[in-house]
């Protein structure tokens, strides 16, 4: 205000910031700090529990307070970024590079994929693909795909594959 020579009515005008916010100076509550002793006890001796059932603890606590205040106080405190255990589905080492397939037959890959007939029944197909060559090597269709099916379809397209490549033809 004093740079540019405005009075602090035009400069709340511009800003469009009431006057009353230029002088209002916040009242600290005595209660916060109490609470949130509070709030790092329950988390550190419950480590599992987010603010939601830190929320819950407190108010069979008796405390009158509302989840909005916890939340505030609980990412004040930094509990917001406590690390948890981790889950089971998230892998525990991590991934090896792929191997670059310079020839057919090298590495393979198998998926399932399903689909609805027009009556309303499902059946499934095991679908087996070459990674170099993009061919599908073997597809196994029906209602149900068990593991025993897996492995006959995989043992057959071994062996087929094994007769060839003693021909050399299974390169090509």
């Given at each position: ?17 009431a006057k009353s ?83 057919p037959h090298q ?33 196994h269709a029906g ?30």
């Amino acid at each position: 205000m004093e740079e540019y020579q405005v009075s602090l009515l035009r400069a709340c005008a511009l800003m469009l910031l009431a006057k009353s916010l230029w002088y209002y100076k916040p009242k600290e509550d005595p209660l916060n700090e109490v609470l949130t002793a509070r709030i790092r006890e329950i988390a550190y001796t419950r480590v599992r529990y987010g603010y939601w059932r830190i929320y819950a603890v407190l108010r069979r606590e008796n405390w009158e307070v509302n989840h909005k205040r916890v939340y505030r106080l609980y990412k004040l405190a930094g509990l917001n970024l406590r690390s948890k255990r981790p889950r089971r589905s998230r892998a525990a080492a991590h991934r090896l590079d792929r191997i670059e397939e310079i020839r057919p037959h090298q590495c393979w890959s198998m998926d399932f994929v399903s689909d609805q007939l027009l009556d309303g029944r499902c059946f499934r197909a095991l679908t087996v693909v070459d990674n170099f060559t993009r061919r599908c090597l073997a597809i196994h269709a029906g209602g149900s795909i068990r593991g025993q099916d897996v492995v006959e379809v995989v043992d057959r397209r071994i062996a087929s594959c094994q007769i060839l490549l003693s021909n050399d033809s299974c390169l090509n």
